[in-house]
């Protein structure tokens, strides 16, 4: 089955850490672009980093850069999201995904950024 788990989600203070991991089965990121999403209640989902693990390229949208980092273990078939300074507004459900989406979306890790 293919498919991708999020998680690492949790409460965390403003100005925190938290690294969120997104684990595939059934794929390999070969031919695949990984792009980690969010949705904050009454919300739209929007896309807030992206990976290309063939060649490392990389996208942040303009809300996180400076403080997410994407990163990706080929051989755990692991991408990760490590976000540092985090603020109140990035509290949301995290999900990842190819980009495009290709994939259902999974049940995503919960990040809430209390003051």
């Known amino acids: 089955e293919v498919q991708l788990v999020e998680s690492g989600g949790g409460l965390v203070q403003a100005g925190g850490s938290l690294r969120l991991s997104c684990a595939a089965s059934?794929?390999?990121?070969?031919?695949?672009?990984i792009g980690w999403f969010r949705q904050a209640p009454g919300k739209e989902r929007e896309g807030v980093s992206c990976?290309?693990?063939?060649?490392?390229?990389?996208y942040y949208a303009d809300s996180v850069k400076g403080r997410f980092t994407i990163s990706v273990d080929n051989a755990k078939n692991t991408v990760y999201l490590q976000m540092y300074n985090l603020k109140l507004e990035d509290t949301a459900v995290y999900y990842c995904n190819t980009a495009p989406v290709t994939l259902p979306w999974g049940q995503g890790t919960q990040v809430t950024v209390s003051s």
């Open positions: 990976i290309t693990p063939s060649d490392g390229s990389t």
């Open positions: 059934g794929f390999t990121f070969d031919d695949y672009s």
